[in-house]
């Protein structure tokens, strides 16, 4: 256990556990009054973050409170905090998923920061997690514009598979390179290109892979790297 002074006027001590106990000490009426808490990292990180942006916006003459009492408790109140792994990299960080008690539905999702990988913080992707979930925006049917028109039709899946698999088998055919110069079997693909998604996760990215080798490509990026 290590111990240091907490510059909130209380004493912190942390725990290989990672739970911090804080010591608040206040005066009261009848003298010097002790108060002890357990805090977690995440919790000490809450409170340690709210207080910062209090100060900064009081300090322009913004009284705060009411309005930032009112943000925890519609966002975290009541709401249950499971913990789990981003899916988009191999980094594995870890989120707080807070979903509604009462209709199940995700309401807020945050780095863990009691996680041993990532201590509180997400790439870009990993804090639009929330939106992976949550979001009016998403496309969730196959839309289809036709060479040359300015419209997008709704299509089902079957048509729109078969019509990925038409075109594929087409391309793929008239561009296949057998052998090399030298005589050499290669089997390459060489009429298609892969971008990969960064909205794709871990084990679809392996598949994926998979599936572009096995048909030949050598032209295969992410776009995490362009
Ligand atoms: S995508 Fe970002 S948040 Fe998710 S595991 Fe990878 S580095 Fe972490």
Redesign the pocket.
Known sequence: MKAGTASSGGTASRHDCGIRTVVMRGKSSSGERTQSMKLTRRDFLKISSAATAGLALSGMGFNLTPVQAYTWELRTKDAKETPT?????????G?ICHTDKKTGQVIYTE?DADHPI?GGA??????S?YQLAQNPKRVTKVLYRAPNSDKWVAKDWKWALQEIAKRVKKSRDASFVEKNAQGQVVNRCMGIASVGSAAMDNEECWIYQGMLRALGLVYIEHQARI
């Not at 997400?122 to 804090?127: M, T």
């Open positions: 792994i981003c899916c988009y990299c191999a980094v594995g960080c989120i780095g990532n997400l790439c870009a992707k990993g804090a997690s």
